[in-house]
């Protein structure tokens, strides 16, 4: 091997270093956008308190119920949101509830606070109730 075939082949290693190196950074990016994809924000209802936790990062597919984080204890579900006031009027600031099927339960839910059905996926009232509750609430 001549002295310039050497030092070609001590640069073919260098820019393969490189080449490896910067192709894990782009994988260590990509998984961390990955990561930060898969992160939802949910409301969480602790079943033993009623406590709620607003926009908690929970990783999709995580198993429900998810861990308290002060007791260690499985008892986070996810919120149900009620939009409704007992009078008939629409709420902008949502009651959160608890389903009794999260539970193990097969009894239908009823808001704590209107007396209404509340269920998975709960359903806004209709959109002229939360635009006079937004006039009203909002403005
Ligand atoms: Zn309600």
Known sequence: MTRGQRQLVVWVAAFAGIGLGALGIARWLSGTGNLARDMRERTLIDAETGTVFEHMPVPAGAPLPLEHPETGRTTLYPAERCHWNADGTAKLEPTYVLLNSYVGSDEPTACPDCGRDVVAHNPLP??????????RDGG
């Open 126 to 135: 209709p959109d002229a109730l939360m635009m006079d509750a937004a006039r």
